[in-house]
């Protein structure tokens, strides 16, 4: 019998893009189709069936949508209502170019310019902000995610713009120097707002291996590639192009190529795959480093695992599995020591501080959070997360400032980002040093053996604070939420506010 797992019939979700989980298709089925009856412009899909089950992207259409799942035999049907947000705040995304290169870096039998760049990075987004709703569902804070701009067809709008230098020029810039550049080139054009965070893509990254050599690690792919950036903090999240040739351009196409197991040819293209050396790992990895490093001007620190730790590498496999389950949190019986050495490994780098226009200086002790200490050790998250299936969908939350959760445990400390009034936290995610190698290549054997591993979910106090974030909430400036946990011997920590 056809169940979908992830949805309830007439829930509400405020992006456009729905994940449908869908168990108990037939044995001996191989596929099965989806047809949304209240969009008259497509025709239904054919999704693969893969252990019992699969899992399908769906665009919707503003009200209610009838979704009929046939499967041999067996039918159902459920009904979600689009609903787009309508919240003041919102993501700004860019594509920036070189003065004399527009094209992003593929195949040279790829359409690589600035129009199809701009089409993988709206599908792109689409899937972040559906991603971003689901996990915050799955840990019982409702389904919140971020708003885009959007055009009259209800897909993101990325703006292009081109820096004044040429593409040789901004491969002598350092990371942090590209990243200022950037900003100060957005902040002083049509597109600076108060009201937005922007994304950027640098399309002026380059990967050349004229020598053909054979590349063993993330750093000797990092070592020949110029121009990759990959920062985070304030207003502006920069990252490069160097795997975009992965990306899917239609909404159609994203879970094929997040299942793409085809090598990367490591003699002209980037691999970034963590390790991993296909496309599909490509495009998961590459994704999920542009929500990583967002999410670090929404404020977010580093975590023991996760998003905020390597868990953005797994983004692909969030999507492609039936069977979701945590393994890989340390507190599961079946965490092993190599993904608890890949977790902390050097890819994630400490943060650096400067100052920029984008920092707003906001007094710290505006928010302040009343967290219940353990009752019996735990291990290093703090906080135990029921793997993804077996999460029970939210009671919605409401947009009070005062919603309480009990218990609260914290599970990172406070980041750069929140302990300096007059500088913005921005991270670098630059290659591994060569001694984690061999873990990461127990990893990818691990991966392999059982994809249903998933490290793409949020720390619990990541969740929390996004939840009541104001770029995913109606709340006003002078707002400040508290969040309590059980009286007792009680820690009391001032931050400051998710900008």
């Known amino acids: 019998m056809l169940e979908v797992t992830n949805l309830r019939n007439g829930e509400v979700l405020p992006h456009r893009l729905c994940l449908l989980r869908v168990v108990g298709t037939q044995p001996e089925a191989t596929c099965a189709a989806i047809h949304n009856q209240s969009d008259n412009s497509r025709n239904g899909a054919l999704w693969k069936i893969h252990q019992g089950g699969f899992n399908a992207l769906v665009p919707l259409v503003k009200g209610n949508n009838d979704l009929r799942i046939i499967c041999g035999t067996e039918e159902t049907t459920i009904q979600v209502v689009y609903k787009p947000l309508d919240i003041p705040r919102f993501i700004r995304l860019v594509y920036i170019t070189c003065l004399n290169e527009e094209k992003f870096q593929g195949p040279k039998d790829m359409e690589r310019s600035p129009n199809t760049a701009v089409r993988k990075i709206q599908t792109g987004a689409l899937v972040l902000q559906t991603f971003m709703a689901e996990t915050l569902a799955a840990e019982g804070l409702g389904r919140r995610t971020f708003r885009f701009e959007i055009d009259t067809e209800g897909n993101p709008i990325v703006h292009v713009i081109q820096l004044p230098l040429t593409i040789r020029e901004a491969h002598k810039f350092t990371e942090e120097r590209l990243w200022e550049t950037s900003a100060l080139h957005i902040l002083s054009s049509h597109l600076s707002d108060k009201n937005c965070k922007y994304v950027a893509f640098f399309g002026g990254t380059r990967f050349s291996n004229p020598d053909k050599i054979s590349l063993k690690n993330e750093t000797e792919i990092m070592a020949l590639t110029k121009g990759q950036v990959s920062l985070g903090g304030g207003g502006l999240a920069l990252v490069g192009t160097g795997a975009l040739y992965s990306w899917a351009t239609e909404v159609d196409e994203v879970m094929d190529a997040m299942r793409d197991t085809e090598p990367v040819d490591t003699t002209s293209l980037m691999d970034f795959s963590g390790g991993r050396g296909t496309w599909g790992a490509c495009y998961g990895t590459h994704l999920g480093s542009v929500l990583h490093e967002l999410a670090h001007t929404l404020d ?100 009070s400032n005062s919603e309480s959760i009990s218990p609260l445990t914290i599970e990172e400390s406070l980041s750069p980002s929140r302990t300096h009034k007059n500088a913005c936290s921005r991270t670098l995610l630059n290659a591994p040093s060569p001694n984690i190698t061999s873990s990461l290549n127990n990893n990818n054997k691990l991966m392999e053996n059982d994809g249903s591993k998933c490290r793409a979910f949020w720390a619990r106090s990541s969740a929390v604070l996004l939840a009541f974030h104001k770029w995913l909430n109606v709340v006003t400036d002078g707002d400040a939420p508290e969040l309590k946990g059980v009286t007792g011997h009680a820690l009391k920590v001032g931050c400051s506010p998710a900008m």
């Open 300 to 399: 977010l620190g580093h975590t023991p695992h996760g998003i905020m730790a390597r868990g953005f590498e797994d983004l692909h496999v969030f999507f492609t599995t039936t069977k979701l389950t945590s393994d890989y949190l340390p507190q599961s019986p079946h965490h092993s020591s190599i993904m608890r050495q890949s977790m902390s490994s050097s890819l994630i780098k400490e943060s650096v501080t400067f100052t920029t226009d984008f920092v707003r200086r906001i007094p710290l002790d505006n928010i302040n959070m009343t967290v219940e200490p353990p009752k019996e050790p735990l291990a290093s998250s703090g906080v135990y997360s029921p793997p993804i299936l077996t999460r029970r969908c939210p009671t919605k939350l409401n947009n």
